[in-house]
């Protein structure tokens, strides 16, 4: 696995190193000891799948709040999003900032989340599937979110969404820690 750090910190875009032959290839898609010598969150509480049968599908922007905040690991395992993390971490050097990657079935590419990150996708095609490996608990007391065109931070999401769900509209703008 190449883990290559985002420009937000503590978060890495990892790509699979696989091994080829006649028969296509192997590859790891998570290490916990890769995981642990990088100082990342390594031992996975509980997976999770969202199936999304509609491209432009809007899902976000989730966190959950200390003391059951999710550290997560995303890969898409069918079709293609557009993934968003916002670092909401008040004492962050990125603090407010975001960075957004395309999460493919054909690149493989997954995106380590720390905890401290807001989350969400835009479906890129029809019948997308997303695996979520969860570092930490649901807790859906601590469940939060933010509107998921929040104008503090302008995401360039790639079109406006064909679905969205009520819980997601309803979300408001995010009350930044130093106002």
């Given at each position: 696995?190449?883990?290559?750090?985002?420009?937000?910190?503590?978060?890495?875009?990892?790509?699979?190193?696989?091994?080829?032959?006649?028969?296509?290839?192997?590859?790891?898609?998570?290490?916990?000891?890769?995981?642990?010598?990088?100082?990342?969150?390594?031992?996975?509480?509980?997976s999770?799948?969202?199936?999304?049968?509609?491209?432009?599908?809007?899902?976000?922007?989730?966190?959950?709040?200390?003391?059951?905040?999710?550290?997560?690991?995303?890969?898409?395992?069918?079709?293609?999003?557009?993934?968003?993390?916002?670092?909401?971490?008040?004492?962050?050097?990125?603090?407010?900032?975001?960075?957004?990657c395309?999460?493919t079935?054909?690149?493989?590419?997954?995106?380590?989340?720390?905890?401290?990150?807001?989350?969400?996708?835009?479906?890129?095609?029809?019948?997308?599937?997303?695996?979520?490996?969860?570092?930490?608990?649901?807790?859906?007391?601590?469940?939060r979110?933010?509107?998921?065109?929040?104008?503090?931070?302008?995401?360039?999401?790639?079109?406006?969404?064909?679905?969205?769900?009520?819980?997601?509209?309803?979300?408001?703008?995010?009350?930044?820690?130093?106002?």
């Amino acid at each position: 696995m190449n883990f290559t750090p985002t420009s937000l910190t503590g978060a890495y875009v990892i790509d699979v190193d696989p091994i080829k032959d006649d028969r296509g290839f192997f590859a790891r898609s998570f290490c916990q000891n890769e995981f642990s010598n990088l100082g990342l969150k390594s031992v996975i509480a509980q997976s999770n799948i969202s199936y999304n049968k509609v491209k432009n599908t809007l899902r976000g922007m989730h966190y959950q709040q200390p003391p059951y905040a999710e550290a997560k690991l995303v890969t898409c395992i069918s079709g293609s999003i557009f993934d968003v993390i916002i670092d909401i971490r008040p004492t962050s050097a990125t603090y407010m900032q975001y960075f957004c990657c395309e999460l493919t079935s054909s690149n493989r590419r997954s995106i380590y989340i720390p905890e401290g990150f807001a989350h969400g996708f835009q479906t890129l095609e029809d019948h997308s599937e997303v695996l979520y490996q969860m570092f930490d608990f649901f807790s859906p007391s601590h469940a939060r979110g933010i509107r998921w065109n929040d104008e503090s931070f302008n995401i360039p999401w790639p079109s406006s969404p064909a679905v969205i769900s009520d819980k997601d509209m309803s979300y408001s703008d995010f009350e930044r820690a130093d106002r």
